[in-house]
């Protein structure tokens, strides 16, 4: 089945401690992305990346970083996260040849920082 | 002043209403129009796009852009409980996707 896998699904952690939340595609699409969905703000794009070795900056990038050594996998790392990063996060991805108008979405990451 | 600007409702129908959910934008550079839908606890998919102005029909939905008045609109006909949903407007922006804020949509049996 073509989807988009995140881990974990629910996050509950403290100020200052560092995790990762994995993405991973089974589709080959170049294009990976992630977006934070906040109430009243609707979703705001982090980080994307057009390909392996390839990010670059969405809209809210500050506070997080991203790494895209594989096709398939889009990880997003909080070195030291702070409550403003308490969020819903989504993942997605898409190919250039479906148009990047049609990005597949994860089922979402659910992350309280205390 | 927000590129995308939507109506975050919430907008409650009784079954069988004709639904209209709106979304304005300031870039006239935008050229591809979508409305993804989101199911609580879900991630969004896409619904219906659109490149050009005028009306796109897909069953019971209707995607309309008016690019003069840089105002898009999708029209649900026969609405329907599991249209019970959030609906987001997006924009393309060179490849990357502008959100609006989404319109919460509850249809009620």
């Known amino acids: 089945e073509a989807q988009v896998t995140q881990n974990p699904r629910y996050l509950i952690t403290v100020t200052g401690k560092k995790l990762t939340v994995t993405c991973s595609q089974n589709m080959n699409h170049e294009y990976m992305s992630w977006y934070r969905q906040d109430p009243g703000l609707g979703l705001r794009q982090i980080y994307y990346s057009m390909n392996v070795e390839v990010t670059d900056k969405g809209d809210v990038p500050e506070g997080y970083k991203v790494s895209r050594k594989e096709k398939r996998n889009f990880p997003l790392i909080l070195e030291s996260p702070s409550p403003n990063q308490t969020s819903l996060y989504f993942c997605?991805?898409?190919?250039?040849?479906?148009?990047?108008?049609?990005?597949?979405f994860g089922p979402g990451t659910r992350l309280t920082v205390l | 002043q927000k590129e995308v600007e939507q109506d975050p409702g919430p907008l409650s129908v009784p079954e069988g209403a004709i639904v209209s959910l709106n979304c304005t934008y300031s870039n006239s550079a935008f050229q591809y129009f979508m409305w993804y839908r989101q199911y609580s606890r879900k991630g969004p998919e896409l619904l219906m796009y659109t490149y050009s102005s005028g009306n796109k029909e897909d069953g019971r939905f209707t995607a309309q852009v008016d690019k003069s008045s840089k105002y898009i609109s999708l029209f649900i006909r026969d609405s329907q409980p599991s249209d019970s949903a959030t609906y987001l407007c997006a924009m393309n922006q060179g490849g990357k996707l502008i959100f609006g804020q989404g319109t919460e949509l509850s249809v009620k049996p």
């Open positions: 997605a991805s898409s190919s250039p040849g479906t148009g990047e108008n049609e990005q597949f």
